[in-house]
């Protein structure tokens, strides 16, 4: 039976709800997936680290207190997070990437991917801002030390695009995409359809757990860019910065823009889109749109998240699913882990 | 340079579409996916057959008059349909099936596929009928015989529904789904949301190609049925024959309860579902279902087809796309050989 060695870098509600999965479902996973998951590391800027070469209890890491230093408390334990050793020196075949998204220069995410890849580990992350800022580079590291680099969870969580994409949809010449790439604002549009005006929308989205205390990246649209250039350069080839893709949120929309749309048999979204023009460029945007009722979009309601994609062979194909969620999320991780496993099997 | 030779069986609009693409993409396949296609030979009960070793012009036959007796026109065919010869004789390597569907008891195209499988040839097929009533021996044979056995195109034309689900959701625990699996009545449903009555908008579906002469097997929900037994087996390991499956219609709707509906902010539309229970066993089902208008299938109008896995990591998970129509349905021929060569090119 395979086993793979786990370093979690980054220890709040989705590696930990990756962890509840190993305890949960390690012994089921022999058979469904032929492989077991083993965390031989963990480290988090709050939380500290830990070593334990021969296997950490995944039921206890899960369950961990979230105090300062936790980490010190078990054995092989220590206060301080030294996340170069973890990821270097735990014995870990496979790193787990989910620390926070710095959309500045994707930092310190980017450096532990860094390492990871240069040791010849596997790497799994849900990270946007490696994948939005450096991917080209971690790519072509991960190539030339033979390992993998898999971010199926930087995009819509677990709901699969990137290999839906890639692997479902090869063939089918793809030629752009629009999707609703952001659950907060999705749910502040919905609620406003609703009659609630922007600002009570959005307090009613931060009671729900749907929107940070800070809104701004969600509702002015920057989140939705960074997903933009990873799925245009991922899906579309397109080489894009950040600065490449024009950037406006949902801030401008009042109770009347809405009331009118619904009159017309329309909604507005917050789409980021992406089309590949004959002369092979790329254009990306971030933009309300106007959408009739019968777009495949149009019906995509609350927190959900979706992309369609435009392809050359099949029309249309839309796929909707969770944008976030800690088990969501953690299961992204799982199903590029899958990916890894499948890989190396067949190697 | 990989080239697959493929041996045509049944030579109406897929095959046909598929014959196109090679003509057309042949040469940008080569670094797009790493082979390139050559037909070997066709078959068809209508039109006879051709062998040609060398590798047959794919634009020739894809322009061939849709006359009886018409492959006996070019070098090596002939008025008659050697079907066996043709599958067996050809030196194919992948035997493409797009055949007609017979529900009763799937023939001629379970033999064809026997005869392939047996033969130790790749089968990649379009039609119904073999894997509704046979996947378990088909696979089985494939198995045997270490060829690939493919079939995505079976369900929803081209949009990715099985791969979807076993590959890019491996893992998350499928539970059950609900799907909306026939473009003939959802288009009726639709029109009947316009105004139109149930006999009307069956004659504008006909005009308009989506429906058969005889509409029955989509209206009364037999094709659907097919589709709930393909996929309740395929990904609820259910082991369920057709007439496991209870089977309603639309016919009995009128347009005062789809006013009704309305009324109440909902939808009828046709569903074929299947759920695993805690027990292990699989009900399932083929009937009118008032949806609400937040169900992620409410809004799936006209010739659309979808389908909603109910996931125990995941929640839902929705992909929505073409459900028929012949370059579409090629497409899922072309991703069945995709992913028979990237089973090759690994083992």
């Known amino acids: 039976m395979t086993e793979y060695k786990l370093a979690l870098v980054g220890f709040g509600g989705v590696n930990r709800a990756l962890a509840q999965l190993i305890a949960e479902r390690n012994e089921s996973w022999k058979k469904e997936l032929g492989f077991t998951l083993k965390i031989v590391g963990v480290t988090d800027l709050f939380l500290g680290c830990v070593i334990g070469c021969e296997g950490l209890d995944a039921g206890q890491l899960a369950n961990l207190p979230a105090v300062k230093g936790a980490l010190a408390q078990l054995p092989g334990g220590d206060a301080e997070a030294f996340n170069e050793a973890v990821i270097k020196h735990s014995g870990a075949d496979i790193v787990v990437e989910a620390t926070f998204t710095n959309p500045v220069d994707g930092e310190p995410a980017t450096s532990f991917c860094r390492w990871a890849l240069e040791g010849s580990k596997h790497v799994v992350t849900t990270n946007k801002g490696p994948i ?167 019906g995509i309601c609350g927190a959900t998240n979706a992309v369609s994609f435009t392809t050359g062979l099949l029309g249309t194909v839309t796929v909707s699913g969770p944008g976030a969620g800690r088990t969501e999320t953690a299961f992204a991780l799982l199903s590029d882990i899958i990916n890894i496993h499948q890989s190396v099997a067949h190697n």
């Open 132 to 298: 939005a800022l450096h991917a080209a580079e971690l790519k072509d590291l991960a190539r030339r030390n033979n390992v993998a680099f898999e971010y199926e969870g930087s995009v819509m969580s677990g709901t699969p695009v990137i290999r839906l994409a890639k692997q479902s949809l090869a063939g089918s010449s793809i030629l752009g995409f629009e999707g609703i790439l952001n659950g907060t604002s999705n749910f502040v549009l919905s609620s406003m359809e609703d009659g609630l005006g922007f600002a009570e929308a959005v307090s009613k989205a931060q009671e729900l757990g749907y929107a940070e205390a800070d809104p701004t990246a969600d509702v002015e649209g920057h989140d939705v860019r960074l997903k933009v250039v990873i799925l245009a350069n991922e899906l579309l080839d397109a080489k894009l910065n950040v600065s490449d893709v024009s950037c406006k949120g949902i801030c401008g929309l009042n109770l009347s823009d809405i009331e009118r749309a619904r009159q017309d048999g329309a909604r507005w979204k917050l789409i980021g889109a992406a089309t590949r023009h004959a002369d092979g460029s790329v254009s990306a945007h971030v933009e309300p749109r106007l959408l009739s009722n019968d777009h495949p979009l149009a």
